[in-house]
């Protein structure tokens, strides 16, 4: 129950394109759902996050999409670029929790 | 230094050595986190220290052992390794342990057991 689902495990997308990755959980107690972006070398690094009381936020390029009935969210990336090529992780988080737990990882590559 | 930061960034030890990793944080946070990160597996928690103090221990194996002097340094002492425990450690950050989720993760440590 506190697993997050995350699919598909690579992904890859032209230049242009848009590039969607999603995730499922199963505790209806979280509450906060970030994405991080990692690129090699490097650790993750927070891109995004909402909360369920709102379906959908965007930032420039990057939207995430709130389904809470479905439990499930998802990142898309629009116009997609080759310096969008790293490893986008999900991460679901509750109230008064100590830790996010994390989806397995998504490597997203962009082809020029 | 800015943000969080890790060193050594890479090591390489026999199943027999002591090493430590270090972790320094310069945001003013009150906890932090140690991760291990291996290939095509999520990001495993292993530690969280709240103002000094371990409030998790993810059933981590006795071989990785924590300290957290103060609120802005971690490490992680290693002894008697496997080389199932090569991965990238990572350290991270946050305002407060509960309640503020926004992590910041360092560069990580790369280490491999031999």
């Known amino acids: 129950q506190q697993q997050v689902k995350q699919s598909p495990q690579s992904l890859i997308v032209q230049k242009g394109g848009i590039s969607i990755i999603n995730c499922a959980y199963e505790?209806?107690?979280?509450?906060?759902f970030p994405w991080y972006q990692q690129f090699p070398g490097k650790g993750p690094a927070l891109l995004i996050a909402?909360?369920?009381?709102?379906s959908e936020k965007k930032e420039g390029r990057f939207t995430i999409s709130f389904n809470k009935s479905a439990k499930q969210f998802s990142l898309h990336i629009m116009d997609s670029q080759p310096g969008d090529s790293a490893t986008y992780f999900c991460a679901a988080s509750m109230e008064g929790a100590q830790k996010l737990v994390f989806g397995q990882g998504t490597r997203l590559t962009i082809n020029p | 230094e800015t943000g969080v930061t890790q060193t050594p960034r890479h090591l390489v030890m026999g199943m027999t050595n002591k090493k430590s990793l270090k972790c320094e944080q310069h945001?003013?946070?009150?906890?932090m986190y140690w991760y291990k990160q291996s290939a095509k597996k999520p990001l495993e928690l292993m530690f969280v220290?709240?103002?000094?103090?371990?409030?998790e221990n993810n059933s981590v194996p006795s071989r990785f052992s924590p300290e957290c002097p103060n609120s802005s340094h971690l490490f992680l002492h290693l002894h008697t390794l496997q080389p199932e425990d090569s991965a990238l450690y990572l350290c991270a950050s946050s305002q407060d342990p509960i309640g503020s989720y926004e992590q910041y993760f360092g560069p990580g440590t790369r280490l491999t057991v031999t």
């Open positions: 909402i909360r369920p009381d709102v």
């Open positions: 505790n209806t107690a979280f509450d906060y």
């Open positions: 945001l003013g946070h009150n906890a």
């Open positions: 220290y709240s103002l000094e103090e371990r409030v």
